[in-house]
């Protein structure tokens, strides 16, 4: 498995956590039956992060009130507040397996909240992809999270 810092030298990526990420953006589909939205993954992104902070960021004392997409575009997308449990779930389990692939890297840690956001924006920047359908078709250039440092 490949890892490497992002464009600003700020966070640690990896091939694994985008896999695994990519593979609970499926899982996430096949279980709504069609593609989710970004309101939709956003909102359960910010349920699993809710769910149990401590078991898979490494700043768990900071409290997390929404997340923000920032599309291609310059559009942004918030939370609302309300997530689907069965994609809560969903992606909560992506976060303790991604946290297990970091906690299994030469560091030995947890992942930063903003390198599971960096992950979700990786995956998520073409234009082009097929994970989620945005509201004007544009990727995600990143998400940060309301209520905590970046």
């Known amino acids: 498995m490949g ?26 589909a096949k279980h709504l039956g069609r593609t989710p939205t970004l309101q939709e993954i956003l909102d359960a992104m910010e349920g699993a992060l809710k769910l149990n902070p401590r078991g898979v960021i490494q700043e768990a004392q900071h409290r997390i009130s929404g997340l923000i997409a920032i599309l ?3 559009a942004r997308v918030s939370t609302t507040g309300s997530a689907a449990p069965a994609l809560v779930r969903i992606l909560y ?6 946290t297990a692939e970091y906690q299994d890297m030469e560091d030995h840690r947890k992942p930063q909240l903003r390198e599971l956001l960096g992950t979700a924006a990786f ?11 945005t509201p004007d078709g544009s990727g995600v250039s990143r998400i940060q999270a309301v209520g905590s440092p970046q």
């Open 3 to 28: 890892w490497w810092e992002s464009e600003d030298g700020q966070i640690l990526l990896g091939d694994g956590p985008a896999d695994t990420l990519s593979e609970a953006l499926q899982g996430a």
């Open 72 to 74: 291609n575009s310059g």
């Open 93 to 98: 389990q992506a976060f303790e397996d991604i």
């Open 123 to 133: 995956i998520l920047r073409p234009d082009d992809q097929d994970f989620l359908v």
